[in-house]
């Protein structure tokens, strides 16, 4: 088995035909995955608005984690190696961006519930997906202030340093049908390897290093 490809490479545009753009909608990534729990897809974990979740990654269980909606939010993924060495806990939070302070407290909750379980020696990586705003033909993160919030509490769990990443997402004049999902998708034969689509579908290939 291999990574699902969910991302489209061109947007569709808006039709003069209804079912043209019934079947866009069908076709954005979220609305692929919505489906596929909805057909009792067990390997996929869906992360609400104002909620935060775990989720342990193994190869052939659970293997892709993802949250959409995003329009304003912060987004948050911690990704550790499990003390097995053959699995990732991966913690994923999407809250509003007025609920900094609780989108902290949610993380640090489960950061305290499988911190027992994760490999110290492995320096984790956090994918943070906020809103940007362009400037100069360049999407720029906007001052937001649970990026200090996080260093502050990423310090706590570990000392051995962790590798943080901020993504930033087109957030006003979007186009028809485009995407508002942040997708972690682990490759079911290879977890080292990780897809991720941001908001946009913009999407990129990392190396986990278990």
Do not use: W
Not at 17 to 28: E, G, H, L, T
Not at 140 to 159: G, Q, R, S, Y
């Amino acid at each position: 088995m291999t990574i699902v490809n969910l991302t489209r490479k061109v947007l569709p545009k808006i039709s003069a035909i209804p079912q043209k753009n019934i079947d866009s909608v069908r076709s954005m990534p979220e609305m692929v995955l919505s489906r596929m729990i909805n057909d009792g897809a067990k390997n996929i974990v869906h992360c609400d608005m104002n909620q935060s979740i775990a989720a342990i990654i193994a190869p052939d269980k659970i293997n892709t984690i993802y949250t959409d909606a995003l329009n304003g939010c912060n987004a948050v993924n911690i990704i550790a190696r499990m003390n097995d060495k053959k699995s990732f806990v991966s913690i994923m939070s999407h809250y509003v961006p007025t609920n900094t302070d609780g989108q902290i407290s949610a993380i640090d909750k489960q950061l305290q519930t499988y911190t027992p379980h994760i490999d110290k020696t492995y320096v984790p990586r956090i994918f943070l997906n906020i809103r940007g705003t362009e400037s100069y033909g360049k999407l720029c993160a906007v001052p937001n202030p649970i990026i200090e919030k996080l260093k502050t509490l990423l310090a706590k769990f570990f000392p051995q340093g962790n590798t943080i990443e901020i993504t930033p997402y087109k957030n006003s004049k979007r186009p028809a049908f485009f995407s508002s999902a942040n997708i972690f998708q682990f490759n079911p034969s290879d977890i080292n390897k990780l897809k991720i689509t941001n908001v946009g579908e913009n999407e990129r290939f990392i190396d986990l290093n278990i």
